[in-house]
């Protein structure tokens, strides 16, 4: 397409829109577009008709194999924030739970002061953090695997202290 005229590429492009614009309102009828989306189509509608351009609704794509639909980053200056990547969570776990580790924990009294999380509630918080973590992996995305493993070392630590923990190979008796 390097070759052709300006007026061909714009024609090739104004196809390639109208194009989409009407594989869009084929798919509207099983499943309606999100709002911003569509402001979008039909910001692209009335640039296809003449009525000159439009600024479309800027925002970066947030993919659930890579970014968490949990959070947004909002230090980046986009309207409604960025997609959070699994990487960048998983920094911010490790960087929250070394500054714990680091900290003085104050004395209290055992165990009128401290939260109680029985065998039952650990187990099943650790198959949930076990299940995420498989899940993590399986969307092959660099920052969903160091979150993966983030998430099963506190499997490992939430383990452990159970009967459960006890029976597994290598575990100290």
Do not use: C
């Not at 200056?77 to 929250?96: D, H, K, T």
């Amino acid at each position: 397409m390097t070759d052709e005229d300006p007026a061909r590429r714009y024609e090739v492009l104004r196809q390639a829109a109208r194009a989409v614009l009407e594989a869009s309102a084929a798919a509207a009828d099983a499943a309606p577009p999100y709002p911003a989306h569509q402001r979008n189509l039909e910001a692209l509608a009335r640039v296809l008709e003449g009525a000159g351009p439009q600024r479309a609704e800027v925002r970066e794509i947030q993919d659930p194999d890579m970014h968490m639909l949990s959070r947004r980053d909002y230090e980046r200056g986009m309207p409604n924030g960025a997609p959070y990547s699994f990487g960048a969570e998983a920094e911010s776990i490790r960087r929250s739970m070394a500054l714990d580790d680091a900290a003085e924990h104050p004395v209290r009294h055992w165990p009128q002061e401290y939260p109680t999380l029985t065998e039952l509630k650990a187990m099943t918080v650790a198959t949930l953090l076990q299940e995420l973590a498989a899940r993590l992996r399986a969307t092959g995305d660099a920052g969903g695997a160091r979150l993966a493993e983030v998430a099963l070392e506190l499997a490992e630590d939430l383990l452990t202290p159970t009967f459960a923990g006890a029976q597994r190979p290598g575990a100290a008796r």
